[in-house]
């Protein structure tokens, strides 16, 4: 039985939804692109590939509309020896992808797409390779197999970033999920994301201007949500803080961003559910340019690509590149994490974990620059706990922690938000 999910209308709109190498990879000069079968349709079943050079659509890679499919256990690795049953939608849960995909993200390094689809809880992904489907039947991906009536718990942004994990957003901003990839799956609900006092109104959980859309990476460990109403919103991953940065300009009438990916001039490349043309934007001044199409033009409910968009500070006499996904954010490699984040009665706690004996400088700066704390931290290499606390006079907002070590060298740095 095919299926497919009617275009989200919400407030007259609709939306759908190691260290830096000096020689990054070859940036992908492709994506990943969701289609219906039919040019102008919105079964978002049929999995497709953009020649980011050319501007061509390839043929149909996946039919993933076949209700008889049996995909394999992504644990056991063997085929799924009896089709599912979903309560609601009958056979329809065995599709690879049933009830229409619209967060996808490619993982260069295992060669895979990992998705998940818009009415199920479960993560996939395309083994590209062979191009058999694996299905994560062990563990819930959202905790939320039932589906609001404002679509506000259903997964539409995915991407790879720079530390090597995926993420996945839901509609409502109120689960930033992180997977990893790999061998040993491991799925985690970090929490909802956090409006930046800056954003002057423009919330990341407001249906009628952020839900929907799609979500790339930076090569300074950041993601960027463009909602299906153009609207722009910088992730700090560690501190889950979401900031407006504006509205695309430039656009046609009716166009909503269901698609994004970076290309190899560090442009982001935007298809939508609703029109067949696509666009390139300038992520400095979020202005979209005509993208040319050889051939046929597809509505696409996703676009994805490894490529991370390049915004970190870069030497003068560089090459602006698109930078491969092999660096982490500066996270201490584990050894350093803080909490609670968001912070609500002034104090912190910095966790060390098997650091070098030595001391360290605990640093708190605001968003200005201004230093706010310097506190230094004794360590005899085994673990510990340091309460940093803010003065009760302290504005709300978000402050910038760097932890350097004996040597001056920076080991972790992250941003916390005080409420």
Not at 77 to 95: C, F, V, W
Not at 157 to 164: C, F, K, L, N, P
Request: net charge positive.
């Amino acid at each position: 039985m095919r299926r497919s999910l009617p275009l989200l209308s919400l407030c007259a709109a609709t939306v759908l939804h190691s260290s830096i190498s000096v020689n990054a990879q070859q940036a992908d000069r492709f994506a990943y692109a969701v289609t219906d079968a039919q040019q102008m349709g919105a079964n978002w079943s049929f999995l497709r590939k953009l020649n980011l050079q050319t501007g061509e659509y390839s043929q149909i890679l996946l039919s993933g509309n076949d209700a008889s499919f049996l995909a394999y256990n992504a644990t056991t690795k063997k085929q799924l020896e009896a089709p599912l049953i979903d309560s609601r939608y009958g056979h329809t849960m065995n599709a690879a992808f049933g009830s229409g995909v619209a967060a996808v993200a490619y993982d260069k390094k295992n060669n895979r797409l990992y998705y998940t689809p818009m009415l199920f809880d479960q993560m996939r992904y395309i083994d590209l390779k062979s191009m058999k489907v694996f299905y994560v039947t062990d563990k819930a991906f959202t905790g939320k197999p039932i589906k609001s009536a404002d679509q506000g718990n259903i997964v539409t942004r995915m991407a790879i970033a720079a530390d090597g994990n995926g993420y996945a957003l839901t509609n409502d901003g109120s689960q930033l999920i992180r997977f990893t990839t790999g061998k040993n799956l491991k799925i985690e609900d970090l929490g909802a994301l956090v409006d930046d006092p800056a954003n002057k109104g423009v919330s990341v959980h407001n249906s009628c201007t952020s839900f929907g859309g799609d979500m790339i990476a930076d090569d300074d460990g950041n993601l960027f949500v463009i909602s299906a109403r153009n609207n722009v919103f910088k992730i700090d991953i560690g501190s889950k803080v979401a900031t407006h940065l504006g509205a695309i300009t430039g656009l046609p009438q009716g166009f909503t961003v269901n698609g994004a990916a970076v290309n190899e001039n560090n442009q982001i490349i935007v298809s939508s559910a609703m029109q067949t043309v696509n666009f390139t934007v300038d992520y400095k001044t979020w202005i979209a340019s005509p993208y040319t199409v050889t051939g046929t033009g597809w509505n696409s409910s996703d676009l994805a690509n490894s490529n991370l968009l390049a915004t970190a500070a870069k030497n003068k006499n560089a090459v602006t590149e698109v930078m491969s996904r092999n660096t982490p954010a500066n996270s201490g490699d584990g050894k350093v994490s803080i909490y609670p984040n968001p912070v609500s009665n002034n104090q912190f706690v910095i966790q060390f974990n098997q650091l070098e004996a030595g001391n360290y400088s605990v640093q708190v700066t605001d968003v200005m620059g201004r230093q706010v704390i310097q506190q230094l931290v004794s360590l005899s290499g085994d673990n510990h706990a340091q309460t940093i606390r803010l003065h009760p006079s302290s504005a709300k907002g978000i402050y910038l922690i760097k932890v350097t070590d004996p040597n001056s060298r920076s080991v972790f740095n992250t941003k916390v938000v005080v409420q």
